[in-house]
């Protein structure tokens, strides 16, 4: 089965500091990625994904990610993180013939004047 | 434009009581549809999922249910809530004629916070 593990609950960085937060999978098939965000109280929006091609996807908000086969891994990266990007980050892989949707348990990126 | 409706925003509810949560889709056709819930420090979890009018496949066992009586609505019930049925539920969507395509991305309602006392 796949699964997808997220390796930091919560992840405090001060304003304009970089950020990794990092995401992992297991899966014995060709997967598809995807980084959604949850702002507080509100749905989620999808902030970029992986299907093929290139191994470095970017995304809405200036973040972006790197798909590691050999790792297993989707790491998501943003290079300069501002207040307003304090919200909660999914990893998500897709799963099966149906193609649902699997969550990691998501990382709280808190930023900090 | 396709818009997603999950109503109400808020509910509180005693233990024992009955569940009725509604998600509308529009602008579009076919959809498939998710109710997923994400409990403190527990990530989302896939409750239901529905392919068609009538088709409910289930993930995980437990006090919940789900119906889609058309083919934009999808309705997550409890007939006798229990406290660990409280969390943050949200409803969501994807196109695809039969399966969630990886094409496309899935679109979330803006969730309905169950607490039950």
């Known amino acids: 089965a796949q699964s997808v593990t997220q390796l930091d609950s919560q992840v405090p960085v001060f304003e304009e500091a970089p950020v990794e937060l990092r995401c992992n999978y297991s899966s014995s098939v060709s997967v598809y990625l995807f980084w959604y965000v949850q702002y507080p109280n509100q749905g989620l929006q999808l902030l970029l994904k992986?299907?093929?091609?290139?191994?470095l996807v970017k995304g809405i908000n200036g973040f972006e990610a790197e798909f590691n086969k050999s790792q297993t891994s989707f790491h998501l990266r943003k290079p300069s993180v501002h207040i307003s990007d304090t919200a909660e980050y999914f990893c998500a892989v897709v799963r099966g013939s149906q193609g649902n949707l699997i969550f990691g348990k998501g990382t709280k990126l808190s930023v900090k004047p | 434009s396709q818009t997603i409706h999950q109503w109400p925003a808020t509910l509180v509810q005693p233990v024992g009581s009955p569940l009725s949560l509604e998600c509308t889709v529009e602008?579009?056709?076919?959809?498939?549809l998710y109710w997923y819930r994400q409990a403190a420090g527990r990530g989302l979890q896939l409750l239901f999922y529905s392919v068609g009018i009538g088709q409910i496949s289930s993930e995980v066992p437990q006090n919940l249910s789900a119906s889609r009586p058309q083919d934009r609505q999808f309705i997550l019930s409890s007939k006798k809530l229990l406290l660990s049925d409280s969390g943050f539920y949200l409803c969501?969507?994807?196109?695809?004629?039969?399966?969630?395509?990886?094409?496309?991305?899935?679109?979330f309602g803006q969730g309905t916070r169950l607490t039950v006392v």
């Open positions: 992986y299907l093929s091609g290139s191994t």
């Open positions: 969501a969507w994807s196109g695809g004629p039969r399966t969630f395509s990886a094409n496309t991305e899935a679109f």
């Open positions: 602008g579009t056709s076919n959809p498939n």
